[in-house]
């Protein structure tokens, strides 16, 4: 019987973590990736350091690279925390991200008391930069966020402080290209497809309620 697990065929000394993440996913296509494995493999080569940002750069390969990479959300056989790149094909994705520049990020930060924005159910985030993050550990960073998803216009204008937010690392990866904090735009598609196993169920028998489907 195949063996479904990725192998550490390192050493991988490339210079960036997305890098070594990337080529320890194109050595093992197919194969079941943990996240112990991503951390040692994003693991600085020379220092030991371990990164706490090494599944920002994970969203970076969907994202901006267009890898196709599969967790416990996309396929029933994964166990959470495990991930695995099926293929080494890449979708198109959109134009090089905008970011602010340094005087419009400033003008950011101040406005929003140099917190993390993301709110949902009317709760605030407000993590500051330097703090640790209660939930997904590791110390906080604060980095500019697109209040329109990058996927619907990669374009922003890089000098109005009202088109950007500061987000923490982990509301970074959470957001992805799901909503529009401009016009209330929802991939609802997407939405669904990262959501939990139990989730989809529910949505599922609430679609055949709605339509009418008993099969």
């Not at 960036?16 to 990337?22: D, G, L, N, T």
């Not at 990736?33 to 371990?50: K, N, Y």
């Not at 923490?168 to 959501?195: F, P």
């Amino acid at each position: 019987m195949e063996d479904r697990n990725a192998k550490l065929k390192g050493p991988y000394t490339q210079r960036s973590i997305r890098a070594r993440i990337e080529a320890f996913f194109l050595d093992n296509l197919g194969k079941v990736a943990t996240r112990e494995q991503l951390i040692e493999v994003a693991t600085d080569p020379e220092t030991g350091r371990q990164p706490e940002n090494w599944h920002q750069r994970l969203s970076e390969l969907r994202t901006d690279y267009g890898y196709t990479i599969l967790s416990w959300r996309n396929r029933g056989d994964l166990k959470i925390s495990e991930y695995m790149m099926p293929n080494a094909e890449r979708r198109d994705t959109a134009s090089k991200r905008t970011r602010p520049n340094a005087s419009t990020w400033n003008q950011v930060l101040g406005q929003f008391d140099n917190r993390c924005a993301w709110t949902e159910g009317g709760i605030t985030c407000n993590l500051r930069s330097g703090d640790i993050d209660p939930v997904g550990g590791g110390t906080v960073k604060l980095t500019p966020d697109h209040k329109t998803p990058h996927a619907i216009h990669a374009e922003v204008d890089p000098k109005d402080p009202s088109k950007w937010q500061p987000l923490c690392g982990r509301h970074q990866v959470m957001k992805k290209n799901y909503w529009d904090d401009e016009t209330g735009w929802l991939n609802v598609v997407a939405i669904v497809q990262s959501a939990s196993q139990p989730q989809k169920r529910e949505v599922y028998e609430f679609l055949k309620a709605y339509f009418g489907d008993s099969d």
